[in-house]
């Protein structure tokens, strides 16, 4: 089983729509959790840091289960510039290196 | 400006020749990081440093070293470059190892 492991998307999606991306980790012992954004070509970009009590930016909302060890993306009111792929992010504080999942990439069409 | 600076942006080389890929923060930040990217892979950690002469292995560290004599300076080096090195090369840095990290623009290698 991989470490960090996501929607395989793509997700085609119309403008304001909402979409919900999931991202299961599989150790247990994972500290911090983080949501990126790629666009193509580009390099990685901080979204939002996820918290366990859940937390917004906007039309952004993150949520950490750690129970059942998953963290999930709200995007609300999609706009065009949404289109991108996004990547979860977890850090083992003990071995202190990051785990990125593989992305989900979302396309918001017009 | 707070910024991740690598260079080269584009390299191609050949098979064995060494070569040295820069990455240098503004940030004073103390932890930095190498990954590579591949389709369908995803970003793999290659190596990490939590501070000055402290470097540590990451998922794919084969065939690649790396030194941390300057806070702000974070080289990757391929003494032998091989074909299956060829990737898209993102470094990056945070303040400390567990808060969010800041990329550079990244380096596409092709080795021949």
């Known amino acids: 089983r991989k470490e960090v492991e996501q929607d395989p998307g793509p997700f085609n999606v119309p403008e304001g729509a909402t979409v919900a991306f999931n991202c299961t980790y599989s150790n247990s012992a994972s500290q911090s959790f983080f949501w990126y954004r790629q666009d193509c070509r580009k390099e990685p970009k901080l979204l939002m840091s996820v918290y366990s009590s859940g937390n917004e930016d906007g039309r952004f909302t993150a949520q950490l289960n750690r129970a059942s060890q998953y963290i999930s993306l709200l995007i609300r009111d999609s706009k065009l510039s949404d289109s991108a792929t996004y990547l979860c992010v977890v850090n083992i504080l003990a071995g202190q290196n990051f785990v990125f999942g593989p992305g989900t990439r979302l396309s918001v069409l017009p | 400006e707070a910024q991740v600076t690598q260079n080269p942006r584009y390299l191609i080389t050949v098979t064995g020749k060494k070569l040295t890929v820069t990455c240098s923060q503004n940030?004073?930040?103390?932890?930095m990081s190498w990954y590579r990217q591949d389709p369908g892979l995803g970003l793999r950690q290659i190596y990490y440093?939590?501070?000055?002469?402290?470097?540590d292995k990451g998922d794919v560290p084969e065939g690649y070293k790396v030194s941390r004599k300057e806070k702000r300076n974070f080289p990757l080096i391929l003494e032998s470059p091989s074909p299956n090195q060829t990737s898209l090369y993102f470094c990056a840095s945070s303040p400390q190892a567990h808060q969010p990290q800041h990329f550079g623009d990244g380096t596409r290698l092709s080795i021949l």
């Open positions: 940030m004073n930040h103390e932890y």
């Open positions: 440093s939590m501070n000055v002469e402290v470097t």
